[in-house]
């Protein structure tokens, strides 16, 4: 099992930034990718970004391409999502992801963090 705790949700202003974390302990032994769903009211699960257990590949939504960036702390074995240019369509609840056995499309993941909530206000 690998368990995921996500921080750093919270209240923003359009225009701002947040920069959210997830811890991941357990059997990371398992070199899962790891990445980023979201929620918003009324709306499907959608995804938005992943990187691979080394770093060195990651995917994105078209939606936040160029204004997210995840990244990773092995030693830490946290994954990062930096957002910038936060608009209202970002409000939504934000998921920590881990998926075995993929370099870093995450499709089905096996693991899921508790969410943590964005807020961005006009």
Known sequence: ?????????????????????CAASGRTFSR???????????KEREFVASISWSGGSTRYADSVQGRFTISRNDAKNTVYL???SLSLEDTALYY???????????TTPDYWGQGTQVT???
Do not use: H, Y
């Open 32 to 42: 899962p990718a790891m990445g980023w769903f979201r929620q918003a009211p009324g």
């Open 96 to 106: 920590c992801a881990a998926q075995r056995n993929t370099v870093v499309t995450l």
């Open 1 to 21: 099992q690998v368990q995921l705790v996500e921080s750093g949700g919270g209240l923003v202003q359009a225009g701002g930034s947040l920069r959210l974390s």
């Open 120 to 122: 961005v206000s006009s």
């Open 82 to 84: 930096q957002m910038n």
